[in-house]
């Protein structure tokens, strides 16, 4: 019998929001994954310092994933000094979880088509399969991929996965395009909004709008 696969989602998650969390469920559900690991990155090589630290940051997806058993969290990047590319990651996790178990990196279209930037991108389909979430009423990915890197183009057209069930019957090598609700939501505009003393209900969950508000998070310089 052919294993489940598991979803893998990293960021910076800083801080967590109902993107996130609903791009995991959709992901969860149309690809009939067992769980989902949520990985918070320590020193993001892409990306500018965390405005919170590792902790904070780890507190609050803690508190996010309360209460949905399928989604899990996975502490090897978060207190990292050094840069957490993914392809070390998900080679930690294939030693792990042994070479035959389906892993799943999921990612935005706005992700997928910078991959190619990313250390060692072509290594990643040797690791795991790799799940676009498409936002509904966007740009479609196939469009898009016409202006995209020629390489990761390439890779594109020669992995494009027909259905969910091809991620079951391999462990690593191809993609999926799924589609997920259009959620405009972007940590961005969450600090700003606590800068600027404005609410943030509904745009995360409580008990992390709590931890924000009880610790004072994000209250200056919003923005890079």
Same mark, same amino acid.
């Given at each position: 019998?052919?294993?489940?696969?598991? !979803?893998?989602?990293? !960021?910076?998650? #800083? *801080?967590?929001?109902?993107?996130?969390?609903? @791009?995991? &469920?959709?992901?969860?559900?149309? =690809?009939?994954?067992?769980?989902?690991? +949520?990985?918070?990155?320590? %020193?993001?090589?892409?990306?500018?310092?965390?405005? %919170?630290?590792? &902790?904070?940051?780890? /507190?609050?997806?803690?508190?996010?994933?309360?209460?949905?058993?399928?989604?899990?969290?996975?502490?090897?990047?978060?207190?990292?000094?050094?840069?957490?590319?993914?392809?070390?990651?998900?080679?930690?996790?294939?030693?792990?979880?042994?070479?035959?178990?389906?892993?799943?990196?999921?990612?935005?279209?706005?992700? +997928?088509?910078?991959?190619?930037?990313?250390?060692?991108?072509?290594?990643? +389909?040797?690791?795991?399969?790799?799940?676009?979430?498409?936002?509904? !009423?966007?740009?479609? @990915? !196939?469009?898009?991929?016409?202006?995209?890197?020629?390489?990761?183009?390439?890779?594109?057209?020669?992995?494009?996965?027909?259905?969910?069930?091809?991620?079951?019957?391999?462990?690593?090598? %191809?993609?999926?395009?799924? /589609?997920?609700?259009?959620?405009?939501?972007?940590?961005? #505009?969450?600090?700003?909004? =606590?800068?600027?003393?404005?609410?943030?209900?509904?745009?995360? *969950?409580?008990?992390?709008? /709590?931890?924000?508000?009880?610790? &004072? @998070?994000?209250?200056?310089?919003?923005?890079?």
């Amino acid at each position: 019998m052919s294993l489940k696969p598991i !979803g893998i989602l990293g !960021g910076t998650f #800083d *801080p967590i929001h109902n993107g996130h969390l609903r @791009l995991a &469920q959709e992901a969860l559900e149309q =690809c009939n994954l067992a769980a989902v690991r +949520f990985i918070p990155s320590g %020193t993001p090589p892409h990306r500018n310092t965390p405005y %919170t630290n590792a &902790q904070q940051r780890l /507190d609050m997806v803690r508190l996010a994933l309360q209460g949905n058993s399928a989604f899990t969290i996975d502490e090897r990047e978060v207190h990292r000094n050094d840069p957490c590319y993914t392809v070390n990651t998900l080679t930690s996790l294939r030693t792990e979880l042994g070479a035959q178990q389906p892993l799943c990196l999921l990612m935005g279209g706005d992700a +997928f088509l910078l991959l190619h930037t990313w250390h060692e991108w072509k290594q990643l +389909f040797e690791l795991a399969h790799i799940v676009v979430m498409q936002r509904a !009423g966007g740009r479609p @990915l !196939g469009n898009a991929m016409n202006e995209a890197d020629t390489f990761l183009r390439s890779e594109y057209h020669a992995r494009l996965a027909p259905a969910p069930r091809v991620l079951h019957e391999s462990p690593a090598g %191809t993609i999926l395009v799924a /589609d997920m609700p259009a959620l405009e939501i972007s940590a961005t #505009d969450i600090r700003r909004r =606590c800068a600027e003393g404005k609410s943030t209900r509904y745009l995360l *969950p409580d008990a992390v709008a /709590d931890y924000i508000q009880s610790h &004072q @998070l994000y209250t200056q310089h919003a923005n890079h």
